[in-house]
């Protein structure tokens, strides 16, 4: 499956437009955090907190169009006329780069957050369509390992860039090289023709899109199911950074050792959920998943070492014996996280019908920007209005999990039932 051409063109399509999105938006952020005061438009603060802003800004304004017209047209048309888009704009911030224009580059930003939305539900409508259904759920594992690593390797990745000699100018051949490859990729995906013809397509706003997708009650708890593995990651990568430096004394280069340890715990645990599932649909490992997110969360916290009178580096840090067990938990996150995802990624697509499962792609991506939204306002409040440490944050989360389960088991019988057959078969 896949080296097939029904799958590796899209595949490298769609692992090459997550890199390019997160190899730019960390450069642009890495570029404002080194750029003197008189070269920005801004304090460096609030232009952080408005690129975070205007990049996810267009899933909550596009995506209901996105999901129609992924619906209307030919998805390997659709795919190539992004991925063409994507060179233009990437062409664009590369000569926004090298004259370090950051309103430019701000604006460009909200550009690929725009391409990424209307990509975003053809990128998960497709597989159905292009997959035989005993494939689907590998092909999500496929997906959801390469989100995860483009994420990982951008981070770093920019970091990387941002620090050579010469970085603009290799930053803005780069990311042109990516795009360009990811067009070139595209255009081996073979066509894939609407179900639906378009003069029939219902024009759906987001909350149309919302309500009508909360009519079909199972599809709608999946989604709620997926939007807290979003609100759940982004807590944890936003709040990496100064919980390294408040309870692990550590310096900058060990963030990048725990996003590496939840990034490929993400990834092993997408393909331990392809194997769990035998080829099928396994919503009954989708409980086992938020119970490891609980257990390993709460341990995660109480495996914080003592403080120290020194900074650790990376090297250190991983060394360290009194790391261990905090660097097991937190892969452990990751690894539940992906068993958790894949199922109920792979459900939606299946309950769907064909001819509207891109508009509840769109759906779940318009709810997916909410909770993350909703997560870093949460964050601001605990951490700041209540004065809450991040680690009781990090608790706050693992309970979030409980309720989670509770509300996917008690609201909705298939997912209850489907644990205690999951349980029976292997027990």
């Given at each position: 499956?896949?080296?097939?051409?029904?799958?590796?063109?899209?595949?490298?399509?769609?692992?090459?437009g997550?890199?390019?999105?997160?190899?730019?938006?960390?450069?642009?952020?890495?570029?404002?955090?080194?750029?003197?005061?008189?070269q920005?438009?801004?304090s460096?603060?609030l232009?952080?907190?408005?690129?975070?802003?205007?990049?996810?800004?267009?899933?909550?304004?596009?995506?209901?169009?996105?999901?129609?017209?992924?619906?209307?047209?030919?998805?390997?048309?659709?795919?190539?006329?992004?991925?063409?888009a994507?060179?233009?704009?990437?062409?664009?911030?590369?000569?926004?780069?090298?004259?370090?224009?950051?309103?430019?580059?701000?604006?460009?930003?909200?550009?690929?957050?725009?391409?990424?939305a209307?990509?975003?539900?053809?990128?998960?409508?497709?597989?159905?369509?292009?997959?035989?259904?005993?494939?689907?759920?590998?092909?999500?594992?496929?997906?959801?390992?390469?989100?995860?690593?483009?994420?990982?390797?951008?981070?770093?990745?920019?970091?990387?860039?941002?620090?050579?000699?010469?970085?603009?100018?290799?930053?803005?051949m780069?990311v042109?090289?990516?795009?360009?490859?990811?067009?070139?990729?595209s255009?081996?995906?073979?066509?894939?023709?609407?179900?639906l013809?378009?003069?029939?397509?219902?024009?759906?706003?987001n909350?149309?899109?919302?309500?009508?997708?909360?009519q079909?009650?199972?599809?709608?708890?999946?989604?709620?199911?997926?939007?807290?593995?979003?609100?759940?990651?982004?807590?944890?990568?936003?709040?990496?950074p100064?919980?390294?430096r408040?309870?692990?004394?550590?310096?900058p280069?060990?963030?990048s050792?725990?996003?590496?340890?939840f990034?490929?715990?993400?990834?092993s645990?997408?393909?331990?959920?392809?194997?769990?599932?035998?080829?099928?649909?396994?919503?009954?490992?989708?409980?086992?998943?938020?119970?490891?997110?609980?257990?390993?969360?709460?341990?995660?916290?109480?495996a914080?070492?003592?403080?120290?009178?020194?900074?650790?580096y990376?090297?250190?840090?991983?060394?360290?014996?009194?790391?261990?067990?905090?660097m097991?938990?937190?892969?452990?996150?990751g690894?539940?996280?992906?068993?958790?995802?894949?199922?109920?990624?792979?459900?939606?697509?299946?309950?769907?019908?064909?001819?509207?499962?891109?508009?509840?792609?769109?759906?779940n991506?318009?709810?997916?920007?909410?909770?993350?939204?909703?997560?870093?306002?949460?964050?601001?409040?605990?951490?700041?209005?209540?004065?809450?440490?991040?680690?009781?944050l990090?608790?706050?989360?693992?309970v979030?999990?409980?309720?989670?389960?509770?509300?996917?088991?008690?609201?909705?019988?298939?997912?209850?039932?489907?644990?205690i057959?999951?349980?029976?078969?292997k027990?």
């Amino acid at each position: 499956m896949f080296f097939s051409r029904r799958f590796f063109p899209y595949f490298v399509t769609q692992c090459l437009g997550a890199l390019n999105d997160n190899v730019y938006k960390n450069v642009l952020l890495l570029m404002v955090a080194y750029a003197s005061v008189e070269q920005l438009p801004m304090s460096i603060d609030l232009f952080v907190n408005i690129a975070a802003a205007v990049f996810i800004l267009p899933f909550l304004i596009f995506s209901a169009h996105a999901g129609c017209l992924a619906d209307a047209k030919d998805k390997a048309w659709l795919i190539r006329r992004i991925k063409l888009a994507e060179l233009v704009l990437m062409s664009c911030a590369a000569l926004a780069m090298l004259n370090q224009s950051y309103l430019s580059m701000l604006f460009l930003l909200f550009l690929m957050g725009t391409q990424s939305a209307y990509f975003g539900p053809v990128k998960y409508a497709l597989l159905p369509q292009a997959l035989k259904p005993e494939e689907l759920v590998r092909g999500n594992a496929w997906v959801g390992v390469s989100t995860f690593l483009a994420i990982l390797c951008g981070t770093v990745g920019a970091g990387i860039l941002a620090s050579s000699e010469y970085a603009m100018q290799i930053t803005a051949m780069f990311v042109v090289l990516l795009a360009a490859v990811g067009v070139i990729a595209s255009w081996n995906i073979p066509s894939l023709p609407a179900v639906l013809d378009v003069q029939k397509l219902p024009r759906k706003g987001n909350w149309q899109i919302l309500k009508w997708v909360y009519q079909h009650h199972e599809i709608w708890a999946a989604i709620i199911g997926i939007s807290w593995f979003w609100f759940l990651g982004a807590t944890y990568l936003t709040q990496f950074p100064n919980f390294t430096r408040l309870f692990l004394f550590s310096d900058p280069s060990v963030v990048s050792v725990l996003l590496a340890l939840f990034s490929l715990g993400i990834a092993s645990g997408s393909f331990i959920s392809a194997r769990l599932s035998k080829g099928k649909v396994e919503l009954g490992i989708v409980p086992l998943g938020l119970c490891g997110l609980t257990l390993f969360g709460i341990d995660f916290v109480c495996a914080i070492p003592s403080s120290v009178a020194f900074v650790y580096y990376a090297t250190d840090f991983v060394m360290t014996t009194a790391h261990f067990r905090l660097m097991f938990d937190l892969f452990m996150i990751g690894v539940c996280g992906g068993i958790y995802i894949v199922p109920l990624y792979s459900f939606i697509q299946l309950k769907a019908k064909a001819s509207e499962r891109a508009q509840v792609i769109a759906a779940n991506n318009i709810l997916n920007a909410l909770f993350m939204i909703t997560s870093a306002l949460l964050a601001m409040i605990v951490l700041q209005l209540f004065d809450w440490k991040i680690t009781e944050l990090f608790i706050l989360l693992a309970v979030g999990n409980v309720l989670v389960l509770t509300f996917l088991c008690v609201k909705e019988a298939i997912f209850r039932r489907s644990a205690i057959n999951f349980l029976r078969r292997k027990s």
